[in-house]
């Protein structure tokens, strides 16, 4: 927008542009201001986080096309996307890469790492589609990531013997399922935040994830704030804007 | 915003601003020009629609402080205020009124009547409170308002005798409780817009009055929308919008 | 009925029915009457109206059976209709017209456009099945319709290039799921009402479409009022009563 | 039992029963007592009612099995069965009749018609599986039934051309879906028992007709109570304990 | 109504009004006449079944105005009411009878008592209120009724001590707390109709009965019906209309 | 009942009562027998469970009732009692206790003590109402209970230095607020059933102790199964009849 | 654990290892004793009870991946797993056994049996699976178990025929589905703990288990305790370690 | 700990304890240790994050009682604290202030600021409460906190005039009732992190601030995180961590 500004005002100094005319000009400017604003932002945000398609519930052709409006050098991330979707796009776009564990499609490139650390925590072997979907996206979003999986209930050593690691990181994203307590249980063992993501599958009386949301929002253990279940990619997003205050 | 934005072009114009400098000056003009717009926007609606405080949960001090802000002209309605809170204002605001019924506490004058009319449906006697706060905010506005209460199962011939004059309205706003099935009932005797207002007055099952927002929402006549559980004000400001249009 | 009781009077009138004869007959009148001022009332209803069906949870036969029983002149609209179920009927039924994008089956023909617009507004791409139920009914419903689609976040811009169109619409019809936060935002830079449609289409805490209806409940900018979850032929109903009203 | 008891108290009274070893073995004779009272009980009720089962969720052997428990005079009536679980039992049972469009297998023979008579009252096509699992197993169980179908919003007037019929009725069952208030209109009709069998079939905000049942709950017209969602056979077998009452 | 009807047919045949103006006035005759056939039909209602009107959520003033709205024949039932309320009432209206346990106010004589009975059978203390609420309107309304209170877990044998008084009645109204399990076993051991009310008063996940009202619900012991949580009156109603069958 | 038929059977022996006689006072035997069969189980309950009343929701009167119905050696506990109830009482029935800090009234002694142990664990100052009423209730009941309270977040090392103290108890009552975590992690630790009771205090979405229920239920470790929010004796109620197993 | 620490305190004592270099070592003692706290728990356990693996929602790899992951000797329980999983993993595993009512994999040996007894009963035909579930996880954990299945409704005397072998057994699983009354029912006729099973599988507002689940948990009979909805598992476990008190 | 340990092996190491004993002493090592860790975790802690007391629901003496068992160099947060309360505890406890506005009693004074900010925002007047307790917690545990009130719908223009400000914030915490919208639209607008706090002032469909908090949990612009309805101190604690990491 300044650009487009810059000029205008040139115009008008030059006498190449009456104040009326300008003015009306102007008149949209605001929205179009947010407009560019939004983008100017957008670019900001780009370096560090790429946009997100949720592939869910959108046809190949549509996703295609969302693909498509991004500039060449915008990093896109596709999440929920099945290989099917991938091997549509894949031809027909640049750059483009699948991270099958994530379901996650990538077109361009990561940002470079910077120097903070996310670790991604996970309780069991059900949560790692979710767990995949946060640690790829942060770690196209520019950022370190250990995965220290599976340290639920049988394996509730294994956040003992990764501590210091964990103590080292600059958040961390604690993906779980079932009663919904490890975040808290981690929470209470290291002081740095600890973003908790409920996983939607269970059964019984599980509520597709209400029950770990609720048992996070009631965490006794403070330092823990949550994100929707399932989105691991919201929880990579907010984690990498922590990481950056590093 | 139009005004100093003219000035800041003529100045450029002048030479009395560097380009740059008023490029300097114009980067927060998008957040100042929203600014702008809002208020144009609500001076805009303020001709029509007063604003409104809800009284609920605020401390009379702080409702006070609120209705002071604004600018005399304005016209200001306070809902859900008791009679204590109206003790307390009036002697220190001009131009205060107390709508008993409604539990409003009118700042201003009422705009200027317009031509349409709203008629406002209520099912029994528990449902007066939210349907005088629909009257009343509807007066203010500027709207005639035909209050044709009490007209649920014991009266429902009351709809009847009153159909002419309802279908002469711009909009209905039907309030009800119970199992909510006025709205629905009205909706398919009349070919204007109708409003329903579901009240949480109720007990067993009814849930604070969700059970009659689901039967709103689910209604086999088609041409009903609602809006929240006893939110009188905003059905008198959806219906009053409705009714400007005529 | 008027005519038949017409007929009745004049016989009682010139002797040929005795009074307590006239009295038996007119006993299930009420009845009768109502059943006529209803069909009246349709009829009346009818000339801006089509009648709806809607086809989910119907076999193709209870479909085409439906759509028969209605006499030639009526316009029907069949919504949430397949291609499957418009090959059944097309052969049997004439004037009939599929919209794809909408999953309207269409017998006879639209209502001539009126004066006023109806502007239909969408967040994002899954949004737009919904968007062009009600687009299509609003159509046929005899209204002027504006497509302004995909402005949801990522593109919350096009709302402001496109809010003097909207502004001059008679009713906004704004189609949104996620947190269903557009109807509100929309609701405060516009002064005409706004019906808001949540969308089913979701994952997490989602709930099928509750999350985004309750957002719109509570909407702090009031003139917004809401149909049921994915109802957009319920909003073009409503939108096309209050377009009339122009 | 009492054969059984009468053979022991002889035996006592005979002396080849010791009054300990009787008593010994009338200790259990409590619930082998109530074992036989239930089969008395049943014995009495079976001849207006026949035994059900719920097919879905069962097997077709398991369903065979279960049919085959019960004694070759006793009817049975099996709900929810598809036609493929007919085939398989038809060959292997006798005096199988398949009712299609309620999805009922019955196993014996109807009960002789008594002289009252149930109405099923239903509002739209979609209620009609329930309706005629309503309707067949109340005429299993030896009732008149009078079928009124399709009396919803569209057809509303057919109730009233149909009220004497309807009054004639010991009981009136009131199958709904969308919002449900059909049974409250009908039971402010009539001055007989209404019950209200809300359907599962509906979208948005239904809640797979929670929405329907709240609404018959909340009826502000006494006069009508409920069944569960779907439950025609238990609509059928309650409005046949009331009509034996006649 | 039908005075008034043959009044005007006279007049036509007398030629003392024409046909065209006999018309017009029949114009609004079906609203009219709906309007007396409701008050046909109550009065047809009256001669068992009272007036109600819930005093809960409304002033003396208004509980007053609504009684003296109805003719002095007319007996009118007011539940949910205070002694307060009696106090306030019993001076200015005749007739007027406070029947405590049942927070009743009377307001003229009751029905004469017909042939057949009902049975209100409670589990436990806490249910008392409703219990008594449901038994003194079904006396209102003419019926015999038996009192079998305090049955559940701890007295559940007092049920097989009455059974035989149970079984000779009409109907059995079942009010029960907790699990809400009594209606099932009732219902289990009698031929009669069984009408469920689900009592509020509970602790922990009872849900102000939601859960005994799903216990009913899906009993596997059909011949229930339920009515709304607290719900005597409407009990009692269902109750005496069932009764009247015999 | 054992006595009554002995006598009876005497008589048919001694030809005192005829057989069909004999017979016909038999008919009503199964229901007579279950009463005494209930009242023989309750005996033989009673020497190890007291009868419980819940106070809540009953007049001092209603209360003073039940008791003086029990047999004088009966012992009863009634829960949630104010110090009011039990000044009402306590005058008027003999060997009333008031335990403040449990909110129970006992009448009669305690059960005199097994061998087994139970502990009874909490996490924070908030649950000790639920945790006195289990641990009081289990001490009637004739268990030794250890109170080991005070050991979430903040005190889990308590748990471990209490850790063999819990292992050697029988069964292990875990009441906890918050998330509900704790009965997952003590069940974790030992290999003894757990008893988990969720409290009803706390804010946010912790709907009322729904929160913990959930995590309780959908605990990762298997071990642990619930009683209803706050249900300390029905707590101490189950954990009794497994300490008396060992 | 206490190895390698015996081994180290040799090696200080031996002046193998210096005091600070033993500190060191020392460190992180707490967690890898934790961990290996943990392991001897479970192999204390585990001679009761092996590990489980639910496999809903797990790949057969993973499934597989799992059980390798165990110890030979290790007794595994995979629940839920379906015949195609068994297929995957027999070739693979050793000493593999399919329950295939129970959906159960087994590796390796049942422990022997104990004393003590658990009775698995149930309501009706569709509460096999879970029971299947439940019972056969209890034998694999050593215990007898006896099976006493549909005495629901239909069969509630086969409960009084089998009482005297409930009660010998120490602890009593009651599946139930529908209303979920039964578990209430048995306890009120035996002094043992009953530990209810609410099943998913039912219709209408039956919630999924939900209803079955309130019935239980707000039970007037004491001496229940549940867990959650469809775990049959669970309810095993707990059973067994009650057992074992024995 | 590790004071005792070094005693330990130091007498091991001289011969004064044998291996044997000393692993015997060891044995609950694991326990003691985690105690110790679990404090050193929160020694650590305290530098940055006072302890928190949740007055709600505890009495004045309880409140006093865990104050006092904090060691004097502590500081305390306690929030939820009424007047009255801080009367009772002032005299009693040294170095109290009460924040009357947050509701918090302070024991002990805060920690010395950082260099990075915590921005917390709010919709309106009724938010106020919640965010003075994140505000005051937060600059207790020594960060700077800019407070940029009531910029909800009538004032969202003040979030444009304060957007540098925040977008220099480590982290924004938004307080928000209503719709909940808030936290996405200012997330929408700053690269830094968001976390959500709904409030639970409200009416109608607000569900105690679950509706709110289900808009921040759908909201489509990533990089908002929720802590629980009204836990303004939760906010403060995470936003401190994460400002921290600056």
Do not use: W
């Amino acid at each position: 927008m300044m650009e487009g500004l810059k000029e205008l005002l040139k115009k008008v100094k030059n006498g190449e542009l009456e104040v009326e005319e300008a003015l009306k000009e102007l008149k949209f400017l605001p929205y179009k201001d947010l407009d560019h604003t939004k983008i100017d932002t957008h670019r900001e945000l780009r370096r560090g986080h790429p946009e997100a398609i949720l592939c869910e519930g959108k046809s190949n052709e549509q996703i295609l096309d969302i693909i498509s409006e991004y500039p060449d050098e915008q990093t896109v991330i596709a999440t929920r996307a099945d290989e099917e979707t991938y091997e549509f796009v894949k031809g027909k776009i640049d750059n483009v890469v699948y991270h099958e564990k994530a379901d996650i499609i990538q077109v361009g490139k990561s940002r470079e790492k910077g120097e903070g650390v996310i670790s991604v925590v996970t309780g069991g072997t059900s949560d790692e589609k979710v767990a995949e979907e946060c640690a790829v996206s942060a770690e196209i979003m520019g950022n370190e990531v250990r995965r220290i999986y599976d340290v639920g209930m049988a394996g509730v050593h294994r956040i003992f013997s990764n501590l210091d690691k964990i103590r080292e990181s600059s958040v961390v994203v604690v993906i779980a399922g079932m009663e919904g307590a490890l975040p808290g249980l981690v929470s209470g063992l290291v002081s740095v935040p600890v973003i908790g993501v409920p996983t939607s599958e269970g059964y019984g009386l599980y509520l597709g994830g209400i029950s770990p949301l609720l048992t996070m929002l009631n965490s006794c253990s403070p330092g823990i704030s949550v994100v929707n279940i399932d989105n691991g990619y919201g929880a990579a997003y907010q984690a990498s804007l922590i990481n950056e205050e590093k």
